[in-house]
């Protein structure tokens, strides 16, 4: 069944067709979904920023250059490289890491997709974004023919692109501890001192517990609650900054010249050096920004940022340097952070809504990182992984209890094994900054080779914002011993995981691939294949674009018998994030027409959603009599005629997209039987609408639960043999569709080197026998589903 995006992304798609009432209403919705982590860094920047050295202090140079960090930071990274920049090199309407990695593959021919194809490129999303840009010149092309031409560049560009995704799974394991913790820590401030500490942590982990546990219900129910959450936590925290300003210190704008930066590091030295660590986590969360673009728009994202989000955290944090400026003799003031800023008579309620916002802010990362697994899922880059959609509306909210369960067993290790904000920061830091270096690397790549602009440019890009995040870089890891090794730790298991799934599912393809059956072998079975054909369609599924499956041989040699219809079907990725439904299927010929042998591609986005139903089964079907109809190219000559035929294939869409295409119809047999018999066996031609249409119908078998039919246009015409093939095609439907899975087991070669055997025999087999197999990640009925074992010695 073909899924279209979902409400958000429908609503950004035909932006450029509303008012203006739909551009505010998605900026305002993208409050409770881009922005919720972003928003409660006030709870934790300052504290995790003054945990080294700055109660230390007598004056407020320390408290204004930090405040001068926090604006200059906010003011280029998120305002002005996401913003402004990043958020331009969208993937048709996209974003993410993935996007970047595939934009680079359809423009530099740097995929790691093993079973790509020319047909690929014709798809009219493919290269859309390039149309009426010119081409690529001097340095520019040098550049991208030595990214085609290097393997190890095109696997250095791969690996890149995994750290980032790792890291921000990472980040999904510590910013829900992080953020939940440092909004919790404002019982140290409301209740007494003695007993706050026994109760941070449990109430942490009970909170914890229960947003993973409510993971599989999806935010549909509860998502619109979302933004006016954010939306009232902005309010409050500028409010709060604004109340601090006149009150405590009306001077403290003079802290946004750049010359208290360079005034802070000149004085604390090394120590301020470190406390950058805590600084950049001021932007944690902008890279939900570009991640969450496919939900919205650019412009809605761009004024939620620019008019709400920018403008309250700048007050908010010049609110607590305003307090701290007054306060800094205090140890307390230090040593609690946001909530000491809070008058006292507003702390409960400040509280309860900073958890909220808090628990807001970790939905959008949870939720973050599932998709960016099933991503990495469907390029081969993550084992299979059960995926429950948890909306029929916006399907782009789904949830993997194998991973949301893995994540809270984390989030409550770094809880329970860190208590307190400084490590988490450091973690979290290390993290966050990871993922933006990525960002800007991939970016320059992408100006030069998508965007089509000059070398330089692209090295002026990567110069001004790589010293940048370099420099934050540098100074969270440098704490590696203190909490940032924590991030380093898992990003290494993923990152180690994914390299291995996605070696394996190479050497497996590639083996595939050199041992493959080619028609040759199948035509010289004779004309009628020596083999018992049973009724029914028979779906072979497989990762090959062009021949017979080596598993289909190792079958038939076994088993000489095979449905009347074979289908070999190859449900393949390409790199874009959706397939238009009328270039979904391609569909050709194996071998003459009368061997009913056929090939079918099916195609989707790495974000399309590929559900095998009984839609399903109708749209595969209905494609393959509509290329009966239209696209029967005839495969009638010698053996080499036939080979060289094999690779040509007929782009068809679903039912959906041809309203003027073959229907096919299932009822049951005791609603039709009470018909009669004749209406089985006569041909008519009903009126629908202004065209005529004729019903191809077979004769009625008693027993048999469901009758299907066809209804074909009149016009144009179909030959004689075409309807023999439709009649066929019908019957075998009606006599039900079995699935033929290939269940390989894959050892190294003999001679092998150990670093092989290792990966291959114990990582990539220990991760398939843990993972979900095909039928299962498919939901393919178990009494229609036969496996076909196979030892694959690669």
Not at 196 to 217: D, M, N, R, S
Not at 373 to 388: E, N, T
């Given at each position: 069944?073909d ?10 798609k ?16 993208s ?8 928003s ?15 109660e ?6 320390e ?27 969208d ?30 490129e ?37 690996v ?6 790792c890291?921000v ?21 409301v ?30 129910k ?13 309010f ?15 001077h ?18 090394r ?7 805590g ?29 709400v ?12 340097a305003a ?7 205090s140890?307390k003031a230090?040593?609690?952070g946001?909530?000491?800023s809070?008058?006292e008579?507003?702390?409960w309620?400040?509280?309860v809504?900073?958890?909220?916002a ?8 949870i ?5 960016i ?16 959609h ?19 067993l ?37 100006i ?12 002026c ?14 100074a969270?890891l ?7 090794w ?5 990003s ?6 994914m ?15 050199q ?31 062009s ?9 038939v ?58 839609e ?11 290329f ?17 035929d ?29 018909v ?23 004769p ?31 019957e ?14 894959m ?7 150990m ?26 009925p ?13």
């Open positions: 069944m899924l279209e995006p979902g409400v958000y992304q429908n609503q950004a035909s932006l450029q067709r509303e008012s203006w009432k739909t551009v505010l209403t998605l900026a305002y919705q409050l409770g979904v881009v922005y919720g982590d972003l409660t860094s006030p709870l934790y920047v300052y504290k995790s920023a003054f945990a080294e050295d700055i230390h202090s007598e004056t407020n140079e408290i204004y250059g930090v405040l001068s960090f926090v604006f200059w930071t906010l003011t280029l990274v998120p305002l002005l490289k996401y913003v402004f920049i990043v958020l331009k090199a993937d048709n309407g996209e974003g993410g890491t993935f996007a970047l990695y595939s934009l680079l593959c359809r423009h530099a021919r740097v995929s790691s997709l093993p079973n790509c194809q020319v047909a690929d014709e798809i009219s999303d493919y290269k859309k974004d390039s149309i009426g840009l010119a081409p690529n010149t001097g340095l520019g092309s040098s550049l991208k023919s030595t990214l085609e031409r290097h393997r190890v560049l095109q696997r250095f560009l791969l890149l692109a995994l750290i980032g995704t890291m799974i990472g980040d999904g394991v510590l910013t829900p501890a992080l953020s939940v913790f440092s909004a919790v820590s404002g019982l140290e401030v209740i007494s001192q003695q007993h706050h500490k026994y109760i941070e942590v449990p109430v942490t982990c009970i909170i914890l517990i229960g947003l993973f546990a409510l993971q599989h219900y999806g935010t549909h509860v998502g619109f609650l979302f933004a006016p959450i954010v939306l009232m936590w902005l409050c925290i500028s409010s709060i900054g604004v109340y601090n300003i006149f009150r405590w210190n009306p403290v704008f003079r802290a946004l010249s750049p010359y208290y930066m360079f005034q802070f590091l000149r004085k604390t030295e120590g301020g050096w470190m406390s950058l660590g600084i950049l986590l001021c932007m944690t969360g902008s890279e939900a920004m570009f991640a969450d673009l496919g939900h919205f728009s650019q412009l809605s994202i761009k004024i939620a940022f620019t008019s989000v920018y403008p309250a955290l700048i007050l908010a944090y010049m609110g607590q307090y701290l400026s007054q306060h800094h003799f140890e230090f040593r609690i946001f909530y000491v809070v008058p008579n507003l702390r309620p400040v509280l809504i900073a958890i909220l808090a628990v807001v802010g970790s939905q959008a990362i939720t973050g990182t599932f998709s697994i099933k991503q990495c899922s469907a390029l081969g880059c993550f084992p299979k992984v059960k995926i429950v948890t909306s029929s509306k916006v399907h782009g909210q789904i949830y993997i209890p194998e991973i949301n369960w893995i994540l809270m984390l989030c409550l290790a770094v809880t329970i094994g860190f208590r307190d904000t400084k490590r988490m920061g450091n973690a979290s830091g290390l993290a966050v900054i990871t993922v933006m270096l990525v960002t800007t690397c991939l970016m320059s790549l992408i030069v080779l998508c965007w089509h602009q000059s070398v330089f440019l692209a090295i890009f990567i110069v001004f914002f790589g010293t940048i995040e370099a420099l934050y870089f540098s969270s440098i704490k590696f011993t203190e909490g940032a924590v991030p380093v730790a898992l290494a298991v993923f990152l180690i995981v390299h291995v799934w996605h070696y394996g599912t190479l050497k497996k393809y590639e083996f595939d691939l041992n493959k059956v080619s028609i040759n072998w199948l035509l010289s079975l004779g004309p009628s294949l020596g083999i018992v054909r049973v009724r029914g369609i028979g779906l072979v599924h497989t990762e090959l674009v021949g017979i499956p080596a598993i289909f041989s190792h079958f040699t076994n088993l000489p018998a095979f449905h009347q219809v074979l289908v070999f079907l190859c449900i393949k990725r390409v790199p874009v994030p959706y397939v238009r439904p009328e270039e979904r299927f391609l569909v050709g010929h194996i071998g003459p027409k009368e061997y009913r042998l056929y090939r079918c591609i099916v195609r989707y986005g790495y974000r399309d959603i590929h559900k095998d139903d009984i399903f089964e109708k749209d595969l079907v209905c494609s393959i009599a509509e009966i109809r239209f696209g029967n190219v005839g495969c009638n000559g010698t053996i080499e005629d036939l080979a060289k094999e690779d040509k294939m007929t782009v068809v869409g679903t039912c959906s997209t041809n309203a003027e295409g073959i229907r096919m119809r299932e009822e049951d047999v005791s609603n039709v039987e009470s009669g018999t004749s209406e089985f066996r006569e041909i008519n031609s009903p009126s629908v609408g202004t065209s005529e249409l004729r019903e191809i119908k077979s009625p078998v008693i027993k048999r639960r469901k009758k299907v039919r066809f209804i074909v246009p009149e016009s144009p015409k179909i030959d004689t043999s075409a309807r023999e093939e439709l009649e066929e095609l019908m075998a439907r009606e006599a039900g569709i079995a699935y033929i899975l290939g269940h390989s087991y050892k190294a070669k003999q001679g092998s080197s670093m092989k055997k290792l990966v291959i025999n114990y990582g990539y087999e220990f991760l398939r026998r843990n993972s979900r197999t095909t039928s299962y990640a498919f939901s393919l178990h009494a229609s589903t036969l496996e076909v074992g196979m030892v694959y010695h690669v």
